[in-house]
């Protein structure tokens, strides 16, 4: 059983940063694909950034040149730094990883001031 535990989540005014930690119960290069996704309230979950196969990293167009994910294996720890933040990337974020099905953590929020 795959376990994910997001950290980092908090209140920050627009233009600041955050560092969100997605800590895992296997090896980050185990899975297919693992990233960060968010959902803000009324909307749907969508994608902000995965790494495929390790290697390959993958933004959503609205957070390129903001965020950034990044791994450490040895941490079994997948991170994604966020700055430059909007009001607009409020929303719970939650870490997935695909390893023959979608695991998910329980998600922490981020809320961006004006």
């Known amino acids: 059983q795959v376990q994910l535990v997001e950290s980092g989540g908090g209140l920050v005014q627009a233009g600041g940063s955050l560092r969100l930690s997605c800590a895992a119960s296997?090896?980050?290069?185990?899975?297919?694909?693992m990233g960060w996704y968010r959902q803000a309230p009324g909307k749907q979950r969508e994608l902000v950034a995965t790494i495929t196969n390790g290697a390959s990293r993958n933004y959503a167009d609205s957070v390129k040149g903001r965020f950034t994910i990044s791994g450490d294996n040895a941490k079994n720890t997948v991170y994604l730094q966020m700055n430059s933040l909007k009001p607009e990337d409020t929303a719970v974020y939650y870490c997935g990883a695909l390893l023959r099905r979608y695991y998910w953590g329980q998600g922490t929020q981020v809320t961006v001031s004006s």
């Open positions: 296997a090896s980050i290069f185990s899975f297919n694909v």
